[in-house]
């Protein structure tokens, strides 16, 4: 029987091993491939802010699947002390003594194993199937498999797959950056933001693709608008443009919730929401939204209480909550009384644009029959308080 396994830290597994998996089983006809996460790897030491072995495992769990004869397993997981791959392939031995093994790596991993614990083993007892990290590395590859014919009677063979230049260092450096989920399964961007591994910041467009399920074909413009219209706001007043734009895309995210499903969200994040009472429900959403953004997409606090307060506003906001609760007022679809001279005012002063925005608001509401909240007239108070 033709097997194969393929080792690594996957601290994530990104789209570069994910291809390099399924072209090798593909090329090499594999009856079964095993994705093994190191435990602690030998030659280098895991990230502080990286994720643990089991996040590290359902990780690789989400990016492999759906790869035909493809397992992963935790064996170096659960072994003690470092993950020297001869102990792995030991243990993999006894599942298929006279199969045909082949060990799945990358040019830098090939080019070092004659130095690994038992290397010389590895290469006399396996086949090596390599794929190229980056453009121009195949010439590189037939070097080193012709060398280690020579040497240690080692059969190898390079595996055709486009490369994906990037490291997991380099790829945690940008998720720290709002960056780099296109080097991602969807799924297991998805997971490390809702665990908030690596200090990762949403990238919008990924975030779009996540939260986009959440919404009703009806609420889209708005949305649209809104996230438009925050990022230009916080351009103009210095607040950080990703945040806004994040906030933006999730503020509405749990408006199409039944309200029992709202109050739950809202339980299951420890948020007491203040004074609610059955008149408030249209202004649940935004707290239940807060919750929900931090619990499935991992926002920063700033972010998340823009989110609860964008509906009602409070007293002594902050810059990104006044830009958030301003975007989603005079967003480019609105067309409430009063609108255009909350624009007007919007670029060049943001505590007046927001004075008449609140004061337009409470106006509408009473005119209406609608209770205010209260949080709407203390943010009213303490901007009027300001400018005493």
């Not at 619990?295 to 920063?300: I, Y």
């Not at 700033?302 to 609760?325: P, Q, Y």
Request: charged share 30%; aromatic share 10%; hydrophobic share 40%.
């Amino acid at each position: 029987m033709r097997r194969g396994f393929f080792g690594g830290t996957f601290n994530p597994a990104h789209l570069g091993h994910v291809r390099a998996a399924r072209a090798a089983a593909a090329e090499l006809g594999l009856e079964a491939l095993y994705v093994i996460p190191a435990g602690t790897p030998p030659h280098k030491e895991l990230p502080k802010d990286g994720a643990d072995a089991r996040q590290r495992m359902e990780m690789a769990a989400l990016a492999f699947q759906g790869i035909p004869g493809l397992e992963v397993l935790d064996w170096e997981l659960r072994r003690p002390g470092r993950s020297y791959t001869a102990e792995t392939v030991d243990r993999l031995l006894t599942l298929d003594p006279a199969g045909e093994w082949w060990m799945l790596c990358g040019t830098d991993m090939f080019e070092t194993l004659p130095e690994w614990y038992r290397g010389d083993w590895l290469l006399k007892t396996l086949r090596i199937a390599v794929y190229p990290r980056k453009a121009g590395e195949e010439a590189r590859i037939d070097e080193l498999s012709e060398q280690y014919r020579r040497e240690y009677d080692a059969v190898s063979r390079r595996i055709h797959v486009e490369p994906l230049d990037i490291s997991s260092t380099r790829l945690r450096a940008m998720l720290r950056e709002g960056e780099g989920a296109k080097y991602l399964p969807e799924q297991v961007y998805a997971y490390l933001l809702k665990a908030r591994l690596y200090s990762v910041r949403p990238e919008p467009e990924a975030l779009w693709a996540l939260a986009r399920p959440w919404y009703k074909e009806s609420r889209i413009p708005h949305v649209r608008g809104c996230r438009e219209e925050a990022v230009k706001l916080a351009r103009r007043w210095g607040a950080d443009v990703l945040d806004a734009e994040v906030a933006a895309i999730l503020h509405d995210i749990t408006k199409k919730l039944p309200l029992e499903e709202q109050l739950h969200i809202c339980e299951k994040r420890g948020m007491i929401v203040p004074n609610f009472r059955r008149e408030y429900e249209a202004m649940l959403h935004a707290f239940s939204g807060a919750a929900a953004a931090a619990l499935e997409f991992g926002v920063s606090p700033a972010v998340e209480e823009a989110i609860r307060w964008h509906t009602t506003g409070k007293a002594n906001m902050s810059l990104l909550e006044k830009v958030l609760w301003l975007a989603d007022y005079m967003e480019p679809g609105r067309t409430t009384p009063g609108v255009e001279k909350v624009r007007a005012l919007a670029y060049r002063d943001l505590d007046e644009a927001l004075t008449l925005a609140l004061e337009n608001s409470l106006s509408y509401l009473e005119g209406k029959g609608f209770a205010p909240h209260p949080a709407t007239r203390e943010a009213l108070a303490y901007l009027r308080g300001e400018k005493e």
